[in-house]
């Protein structure tokens, strides 16, 4: 079918060059940005103001406290948020207790409190103000070793050692509540005096992690300090 011929002036009107793509272009651009400024809701100043947070505006605490500490009493002022860990190792430099995860998770930091085992990183020094605490430093008794300390050198159980003070410390708290016949979760005959087998050991000692791996040494030196036979 023929076409029409079409006028010059139709023409004109339609065409387009690149210039007048962009141009066009830009203009609808700018058209809608100040559309959105105008729709833009004014700020509301009490939705922007910041928010008075009490616990974060409070200045650290300090507390003085006094911790007998292998049978020597310290008295200290801490910031209340301390932890008995860095109260014994920052403050007082006692650094036989390790920090290993911080987190109540490896045993490495197991100091005693009033004679219990207790993970001194999960514990604020303000709570055991006035309390008993021994570290590894103080179970020697002067040039002679604690039981549980010539057990694990004899029987090697510890390589690099990180974990060895928390060992220690845990072995001799574990081995005081199997002495007060307290169960575990290994534990068969509740009625009857614990047995210090292997399975009992590896389960109350299960807090104590030793990435070295000397947990069969570690066993054979915590049943020689109990005395029992393997
Ligand atoms: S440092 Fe305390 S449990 Fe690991
Ligand atoms: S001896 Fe190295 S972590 Fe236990």
């Known amino acids: 079918m023929p076409q029409p011929p079409q006028s010059p002036d139709r023409d004109d009107a339609l065409h387009v060059t690149r210039r007048t793509v962009f141009q066009a272009g830009a203009a609808i651009a700018a058209a809608q940005a100040g559309r959105g400024a105008i729709a833009q809701p004014a700020p509301n100043p009490a939705a922007t103001a910041p928010v008075p947070n009490a616990a974060m505006e409070m200045p650290p605490q300090r507390m003085p406290i006094e911790l007998q500490i292998n049978g020597k009493g310290y008295k200290l002022t801490v910031d ?3 932890t008995l860990l860095d109260a014994l190792r920052e403050n007082l430099h006692l650094t036989g207790s390790k920090k290993g995860c911080d987190h109540g998770q490896c045993g490495a930091c197991t100091v005693l409190v009033e004679g219990r085992r207790t ?4 514990s604020l020094a303000v709570m055991h103000d006035g309390q008993q605490i021994t570290t590894i430093e103080g179970l020697a008794k002067g040039e002679d ?10 029987h090697d159980g510890f390589q690099c050692g990180y974990c060895t003070p928390g060992q220690i410390c845990s072995t001799v708290g574990m081995l ?4 007060l016949g307290m169960p575990s979760h290994a534990t068969r005959d509740l009625g009857a005096p614990v047995a210090l087998t292997d399975d009992e050991i590896r389960e109350r000692m299960s807090g104590n992690l030793c990435r070295c791996s000397a947990y069969p040494n570690i066993v054979a030196a915590i049943k020689d300090a109990a005395g029992v036979r393997s």
């Not at 993970?119 to 999960?122: M, Y």
């Open 80 to 82: 209340t948020r301390t």
């Open 119 to 122: 993970n001194a990183c999960l």
């Open 145 to 154: 070793l604690h039981p549980v300390q010539q057990a694990f050198i004899a």
């Open 176 to 179: 005081n509540e199997v002495k």
